[in-house]
């Protein structure tokens, strides 16, 4: 993200200000179909800016500043997002942990944002804006019988010696799999997405599902996103934190009206090979300052008891989430009062004395008893 002063003020839309802007302007029929869409540079003089609780507010009640106007945004951002899933997106939404911290940094309290109508919203305009520019760009390049090279968001097909592994993983929880074609795939997946509300073992799923996953990466290479089900999409919408946005950005500012501007496009694949790169640094970064704040916020109840559900096995001992944190640790094996068979699987293990069987999904209670900030690690022994 660019420094607050240039994100939050200069590139920002503020109120009552002037801010010139790059746009992709679309007009729907009565219907709620696209009839038309526009690609240009532009001047925003907006009248009000909405955080997403106040949206989610005025949406609820059905009133307040622009209550009509949000009310119509939602119903067509509701009928893209059925549309997009009919097509074969994929519904997964990974929880997003989020920690409130007192005036030295350190967290006082850990909880799972919560995904509401309002975030959606603007999830399903941006969706479309990205895929509406990158198919705008692809056509043009076709008419003209000559690609022009592009910054294109690609995903590709699931390994399917990853896959079979997994459907095996998800039978010997109860959930059957048609894993024919990348479309079944993509179907099973949404329909575990569906079971997984009700059933706890089923949402210890979801994590390991996504990890079988193709990652996705930019390209000039344009293979499609298998995981939204696009034929052509791109990362237009976030300038302001994602130097993959202003390449497409300069890219379509060129190539406006009859204008045809290409780029040289092997030295395109190595900024996109590179902005691939410092994208998984950041989300590494990002993930290990997670752990390094729950392992913190947890150093404050060393010896207190917790209710979580086993995540993962391995030959060491099993991880545990814990149910009202989202913080894992691992229990090591040699911590309890019996040794335990895990028979080489990652689901199950079994006592091997009093044949008791444990498996992913089950809720245990746990004693968090040591945690380890350079290691980012939390230990916890099972009660």
């Given at each position: ?11 920002s839309?503020?109120?009552l200000e002037?801010k ?9 029929d ?20 909405f955080?997403?609780?106040e ?13 009509a ?9 509701t ?10 997106s ?9 920690f ?32 509406e520019?990158?198919?705008h760009?692809?056509?043009?390049g076709?008419a ?26 998800a039978?010997?929880l109860g959930f ?12 099973s997946?949404?329909?575990l997405?569906?079971?997984?509300q ?7 799923l979801?994590p390991?599902?996504i ?9 000039t ?14 990362h237009f919408?976030s300038?302001?934190?994602r130097?993959?946005?202003v ?6 500012e060129?190539?406006?009206g ?36 729950q ?5 404050k ?5 917790f ?5 993962g ?6 991880f ?17 009062d019996?040794p ?5 699987s ?19 209670r ?16 099972m009660?």
């Open positions: 993200m660019l420094p607050e002063r240039l994100s939050d003020e200069l590139c839309l503020r109120p002037d010139l802007t790059f746009s992709a302007i679309f007009e729907f009565k219907d709620d179909k696209i009839v038309s869409h526009w690609f240009g540079r532009t001047i925003i003089h907006s009248n009000r800016r955080s997403y609780d949206v989610q507010q005025i949406l609820d009640a059905g009133e307040g500043d622009f209550a106007e949000l009310k119509q945004l939602n119903k067509l951002a009928k893209l997002r059925h549309q997009r899933f009919k097509k074969g994929i519904n997964f939404e990974t929880e997003e942990v989020q409130r911290l007192d005036e030295t940094g350190t967290p006082v309290e850990v909880y799972v944002k919560e995904r509401k109508e309002s975030h959606m919203l603007i999830e399903d305009f941006m969706l479309l804006a990205n895929r520019v990158a198919t760009i692809a056509r043009k076709i003209q019988e000559q690609e022009i090279p592009f910054v294109y968001r690609v995903h590709d097909e699931p390994n399917p010696d990853k896959v079979a592994e997994f459907a095996l993983f039978r010997e059957e799999m048609n894993i024919s074609t990348p479309k079944d795939i993509g179907r997946f949404n329909r997405v569906e079971a997984s009700n059933d706890p073992a089923l949402k210890m979801e390991i599902a990890r079988t996953m193709a990652k996705a990466i930019y390209s290479d344009n293979i499609g996103h298998y995981g939204l089900g696009f034929d052509h999409y791109t919408t300038p302001i934190r130097f993959s946005d390449l497409a950005h300069r890219i379509l060129r190539n406006l009859d204008e045809t501007w290409r780029t040289k496009q092997d030295k395109l694949e190595e900024q996109c090979q590179h902005i691939s790169r410092m994208e998984r640094r950041a989300m590494d970064a990002e993930r290990e300052s997670v752990k390094f704040k392992a913190e916020f947890m150093e109840h060393i010896g207190d008891d209710d979580g559900f086993i995540t096995i391995t030959e060491r001992g099993f545990v989430e814990l149910i009202d944190t989202r913080c894992e640790g691992m229990v090591g094996f040699d911590t309890l019996e335990f068979d895990t028979g080489g990652r689901l199950r293990m079994r006592g091997m004395r009093s044949g008791k069987v444990y498996k992913v999904g089950d809720v245990v746990v004693r968090i008893t040591a945690t380890d900030l350079l290691r980012r690690r939390i230990d916890m022994a009660i």
